[in-house]
C-alpha cells in the first residue's frame, strides 16, 4: 500500500513547520506548500534533504492541483503586525485559500482540517470561551480581516461539509507559542523574550492585567493531529489551548527572571479592539480526543528561549 500523502498549506511557517516535521516521523508523504509570506526557508532546512518531504512554493489564493488525502490548512499569517500589513490579502488567504484547498480536498476525496482560531470569539463577553458561544467580534475593525476571514473560513469548511460531503475537522487554536516563532512578528512570547535577551525594555500595552493562556506548540501539534485522525462524526469546531491564565505582566516578569535579564517593563497604549481576557474551555476536547496539554508554561518557556538565544548568538 502506497504512503498516506499529506499537504500542509503554510508548511514553512511556525506551526506549519512543526507538523511536517511530526508528519515525517510518522513516515507519511508529506508537501510543504508555502508562499514564504511571513514563513521561512529556515524553519523547513532541515527537512529539505527527506526523501519524504516535498516543498512547493505556491499561494492559496490560487487554484492548484495535487493528489493528496490529507490537508492542513495552516496558510494565513497569524501575527497582527503581518495580517494588517494588507488585510485584503489577509481575507483573501482565508477566503480564496479556503475554497482553493476545500475544491481540491473535494476532488481528490481528501480529508481536510482547518486551523481556525480564538480570534473568531472576538472580544467575549463569555468566560471562558466554549464552542458554542458565537463570538463579539467587530467586522470593519482593524483586526476584522483576520478575525472576519476566519469566521467566513468556517463557513465555507461547514457549507463544503453539509453541500459536498467534504469530511472536515475545524481546530479553534488559542495563543501557541515555541521555537521557530518569528522574532519581529509582535507576538507577546517571541517579543518578551527577544527583549529580554537584549535587555531592552520590555513593551507592555495596556495596564498588564489584561491575561491571556499560552499553549506550547507540541501540545498544540498533538491536538491537531489527534483531530485529523479522530472519528468522523466529530469535525468540530474544537477549541485547543492552554486553561492556564496568566496576566502579561507575569508574563514578563516571568521572562526577565528567566533568562537573567536587565531589562525594564515599560507600558504602552493598548491597541483597538485588542480583548481583555481569552482562556479556552477545553472539555470538549479532553471528551472527545482525550487531548489536554501537558507542557508546563515554564518548561515550554525554557524551550522558546533556548531557540532565540541560539538565533541571536548566529546573528
Ligand atoms: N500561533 C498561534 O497562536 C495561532 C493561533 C490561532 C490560529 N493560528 C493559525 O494557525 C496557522 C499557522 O499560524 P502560525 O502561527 O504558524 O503563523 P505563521 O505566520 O508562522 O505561518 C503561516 C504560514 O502561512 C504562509 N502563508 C501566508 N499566506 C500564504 C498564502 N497566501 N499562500 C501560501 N502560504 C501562505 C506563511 O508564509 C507562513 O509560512 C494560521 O492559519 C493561523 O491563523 C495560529
Known amino acids: 500500500m502506497r504512503q498516506k500523502r499529506v499537504l500542509v498549506t503554510g508548511g514553512a511557517g511556525f506551526l506549519g513547520s512543526h507538523l511536517c516535521e511530526k508528519l515525517l516521523a510518522f513516515g507519511y508523504d508529506v508537501l510543504c ?9 529556515r524553519n523547513i532546512y532541515h527537512l529539505l534533504d527527506k526523501p519524504n518531504f516535498e516543498l512547493i512554493r505556491h499561494d492559496v489564493t490560487l487554484p492548484i492541483y495535487l493528489e493528496v488525502d490529507e490537508i492542513f490548512n495552516f ?17 483573501k488567504v482565508n ?14 476525496k481528501a480529508k481536510i482540517l ?10 467575549p463577553e463569555e468566560h ?9 467580534v467587530n467586522p470593519i475593525g482593524p483586526r476584522s480581516c483576520y478575525d472576519e476571514g476566519k469566521r467566513c473560513a468556517e463557513t465555507l469548511f461547514f457549507d463544503y461539509y453539509k453541500q459536498n460531503k467534504v469530511n472536515i475537522r475545524v481546530i479553534r487554536i488559542f495563543n501557541t507559542y515555541g ?31 489584561q491575561t491571556r493562556s499560552f499553549c506550547y506548540v507540541d501540545d498544540l501539534i498533538e491536538g491537531a493531529l489527534r483531530m485529523m485522525n479522530g472519528p468522523d462524526n466529530f469535525i468540530g469546531p474544537v477549541n485547543l489551548g492552554n486553561t492556564v491564565e496568566v496576566t502579561i505582566s507575569e508574563l514578563a516578569e516571568k521572562i526577565i527572571a528567566m533568562t537573567g535579564s536587565q531589562s525594564k517593563i515599560v507600558y504602552m497604549p493598548l ?23 501537558t507542557v508546563s508554561l ?5 524551550k522558546t528561549i533556548a531557540y532565540f538565544k541560539k538565533l541571536e548568538t548566529e546573528k
Do not use: H
Request: proline fraction near 8%.
Open 298 to 302: 515554564e518548561a515550554g518557556i525554557e
Open 128 to 136: 471562558p470561551q466554549k464552542e458554542t458561544y458565537w463570538g463579539r
Open 75 to 91: 496558510a494565513c499569517p497569524a501575527s497582527p503586525v503581518y495580517y494588517q500589513k494588507d488585510p485584503i490579502q489577509t481575507t
Open 179 to 209: 521555537p521557530r516563532m518569528y522574532s519581529e512578528d509582535g507576538r507577546v512570547v517571541s517579543n518578551f523574550i527577544v527583549q529580554a535577551l537584549r535587555d531592552e525594555d520590555i513593551t507592555i500595552y495596556g495596564a498588564g492585567s
Open 33 to 41: 506548500l508555502d508562499n514564504f509570506f511571513t514563513g521561512n526557508k
Open 271 to 293: 491597541p483597538e479592539n485588542d480583548p481583555i481576557r481569552r482562556k479556552p474551555d477545553i472539555s470538549l476536547a479532553i471528551e472527545k480526543l482525550g487531548w489536554r496539554p
Open 114 to 123: 482547518q486551523a481556525s482560531t480564538s480570534e473568531i470569539y472576538g472580544d
Open 95 to 108: 477566503v480564496l485559500g479556503s475554497i482553493n484547498m476545500l475544491g481540491l480536498a473535494k476532488r481528490v
